[in-house]
Nanobody, 116 residues
Framework: VQLVESGGGLVQPGGSLKLSCAVS????????MAWYRQAPGKERELIAS???????NYADSVKGRFTISRDYAKNTVYLQMNSLKPEDTARYYC???????????WGQGTQVTVSP
């Protein structure tokens, strides 16, 4: 499985970005897809997930500001990020939340920097 994240960049506090994650295989049967982020010197953390049934979950730090979605036709997972804060600065990755055959590697991620 190959994962290609895109859409990151430099944005001012309060701004918005929409990240995309293109997956090389069908995500239709994947139970849950997720977005993670890793800030310098910190561990990778789960911030948002979406199940095949459409249920979503968010870390408290992003709840109400970020929205995860997916497009089965494009095998793509999205993360709409609004009201961005400097503490959202990190490299963002997507993956299957519960792993599985072929899901043991990560893409290069996409860098999000929130700064005045």
């Amino acid at each position: 499985v190959q994962l290609v994240e895109s859409g990151g960049g430099l944005v001012q506090p309060g701004g918005s970005l929409k990240l995309s994650c293109a997956v090389s295989v069908s995500i239709y049967s994947v139970y849950a897809m997720a977005w993670y982020r890793q800030a310098p010197g910190k561990e990778r953390e789960l911030i948002a997930s979406i199940t095949s049934g459409g249920s979503t979950n968010y870390a408290d730090s992003v709840k109400g500001r970020f929205t995860i979605s997916r497009d089965y036709a494009k095998n793509t997972v999205y993360l709409q990020m609004n009201s961005l804060k400097p503490e959202d600065t990190a490299r963002y990755y997507c993956n299957s939340q519960f792993g599985g055959p072929g899901w043991d590697s990560w893409g290069q991620g996409t860098q999000v920097t929130v700064s005045p």
